[in-house]
């Protein structure tokens, strides 16, 4: 089992960068693929980045070329640094990790982008 636990949201101006962190309870070296998904009220979870054991890395087209994912697992922990930051950023960003064929999500955390 993987418990997810993401920090680093908050309340950023439209043009302002935040940096997510998601720490894992487990070597994420030992973890599969990871993920950043996230969730506007009224609407569904959407992809953000996606980060496969192998591969290239995924990017929603609505962030593509501001966020980058990243993993340090020395630190057993996965980030998404969020640059140029727009109102319709705003969501609550979920960490996401699949483990042994089952998929964990962390609790989520508060972005929120003002104009």
Known sequence: QVQLMESGGGL????????????????ISSI????????????QRELVAHMPTGGSIDYSDY??????ISRDNAKNTVYLQMNSLKPEDTAVYYCN?????????????????SS
């Open 32 to 43: 599969g693929a990871v993920g950043w998904y996230r969730q506007a009220p009224g609407k």
């Open 63 to 68: 962030v593509k070329g501001r966020f980058t």
């Open 97 to 113: 990790a699949v483990y042994v064929l089952n998929v964990y999500w962390g609790q989520g955390t508060q972005v929120t982008g």
């Open 12 to 27: 950023v101006q439209a043009g302002g960068s935040l940096r997510l962190s998601c720490a894992a309870s487990r070597s």
